[in-house]
């Protein structure tokens, strides 16, 4: 493009003042802050500018027009003034997606919402008594009597429930642990960083894939203030390993007056072997066993929001409510209210396992997911196109969040093999649908694993399905 034709389409743009009183945009301006739709005509003007200084070639002045170019900026305002966090549809098989928000709430709890948010609570006021009370009463009665503690309060992550409570019980002093349990979480916080950040010294006993009694015992001094146990609850060891039982290191720490603290991360209240699932402990049996603190998610195996709870002895979690740092830590009326919700749920294990969804994507059959498959295969149909070919086959969906590392859940998928559309062009092509659809990409087929994807998701899916084969 020569430098007069670039001159020449400059001239053509429309001017801002022109658009914002065209009467392709009168209307956009009554639906849309005025601040919003200059932001938006100020974006596609510049890419207007940047396509003629590149030297893109357009088929004419037409290209420039009023209508033209109010049309792409009604378009970007469509994609300015969507919400940041968005719904999506998770057909990716793993369900405690970390990523994609972990736990969904069950449909009590979400029925609850408006009227907390939009209304003012008893947060911390205590009507009983009429005056000021603690915002942690509202989840401590039913946490002490599903899970038989003494004491129990909540912060607002298991990050933050590890991080006070080593804070509270050993900041400046020892805190022993097995090397085979320094484990890494999600966006690479470690064991070791949150101990560093408590203030207190971590000794390492052990090696990666074998810890003994002995060890504990060895380093014990008068500086030792707790023993910690990390659950592995986003990996596994095999082989040749051995681990102290959590009986065990209580006995030790009896023995020696030294408190036993465990994170067992992923925390449930369920015994998933009774349902055909890997043995995974359960709070109730941790607390029962000695241990003096336990911490965990309220958002991984509960099936609730984000919390991190912490139970155990009354002394000791009384004194973890002291923490300077429980200001900074704490969670607000919706998460109490949605973790109250979810926990009221626990009171019928029956109830928990049909309600709250994570429990029962967890604990579906292999048949039901065929069923489910069978009725997305029928939405869509016949397709009668080059672009795609569609069938169902069998795979493996994960419980995810850390949880659960090595189990494995039998599924059934859509399996979408690439014709005309590329298997990368077709998972961006559902990333970019409204809602966005997150998909599994696996040896060049797109995966939709039915698992994850929601009954009343069905429909939505197969519409998009069918609009990429058009295409």
């Not at 309060?153 to 020892?174: D, F, H, K, P, Y």
């Not at 109730?284 to 709870?309: C, H, M, N, R, Y």
Request: neutral net charge; hydrophobic residues 40%.
């Amino acid at each position: 493009m020569t430098s007069k034709a670039r001159q020449d389409l400059f001239k053509i743009i429309p001017s801002v003042d022109r658009l914002l009183n065209s009467p392709e945009l009168k209307e956009t301006l009554g639906r849309y802050p005025r601040n919003l739709v200059l932001e938006a005509i100020h974006q596609i003007l510049e890419h207007i500018r940047e396509k003629i200084l590149k030297g893109e070639v357009y088929e004419g002045p037409s290209d420039l027009a009023l209508n033209r170019v109010a049309g792409h900026i009604k378009d970007r305002l469509e994609i300015l003034a969507r919400p940041s966090l968005r719904t999506v549809i998770n057909a990716t098989g793993v369900i405690v997606h970390t990523n994609l928000g972990r736990s969904l709430l069950a449909e009590r709890v979400i029925e609850r919402f408006r009227a907390i948010a939009g209304s003012y609570s008893n947060l911390e006021y205590d009507l009983n008594q009429g005056r000021r009370g603690s915002r942690y009463s509202h989840v401590e009665g039913i946490l002490r009597e599903l899970t038989a503690a003494e004491g129990a309060m909540v912060v607002n992550n298991n990050a933050a429930a590890v991080l006070i409570a080593i804070e509270t019980l050993a900041r400046g002093r020892e805190v022993v642990v097995s090397r085979g349990q320094l484990v890494e979480i999600g966006g690479s916080f470690r064991v070791p960083d949150v101990m560093r950040k408590s203030g207190a010294r971590m000794v390492e006993v052990g090696t990666t894939n074998k810890t003994h009694l002995r060890d504990y015992e060895e380093v014990i001094g008068p500086d030792t203030a707790l023993l910690l146990r990390v659950h592995q609850s986003n990996f596994q060891i095999v082989g040749f390993t051995e681990e102290v039982a959590t009986s065990q290191l209580v006995d030790l720490g009896n023995r020696y007056g030294v408190p036993v603290m465990e994170d067992l991360g992923s925390g449930c209240l369920v015994d998933f072997s009774k349902y055909g699932l890997t043995k995974e402990p359960t709070v109730q049996e941790v607390l029962a066993g000695g241990v003096d603190l336990v911490t965990f998610s309220g958002d991984k195996l509960l099936g609730g929001p984000q919390a991190g709870i912490i139970l155990g002895k009354k002394h000791i979690v009384e004194a973890v409510k002291k923490n300077p740092l429980t200001r900074a830590m704490r969670i607000d009326k919706l998460t109490l209210m949605a973790l109250e919700e979810t926990l009221n749920l626990y009171r019928d294990e029956r109830a928990a396992l049909d309600e709250i969804p994570t429990l029962n994507m967890i604990c579906r059959d292999g048949a039901s997911m065929k069923k489910k498959a069978g009725r997305l295969f029928r939405m869509i149909g016949a397709l009668g196109t080059r672009n795609l070919s569609l069938d169902l086959t069998d795979g493996d969906s994960k419980v995810g969040g850390g949880a659960l590392p090595l189990f494995v859940l039998p599924s059934r998928l859509l399996r979408i093999t690439p014709g005309a559309i590329s298997a990368h062009d077709m998972e961006e092509w559902f990333r970019a649908y409204d809602p966005p659809i997150i998909v599994r990409v696996e040896k060049d087929q797109v995966l939709m694993d039915l698992r994850t994807i929601l009954d009343t998701e069905l429909k939505t899916v197969a519409r998009a399905v069918k609009a990429l084969a058009a295409l």
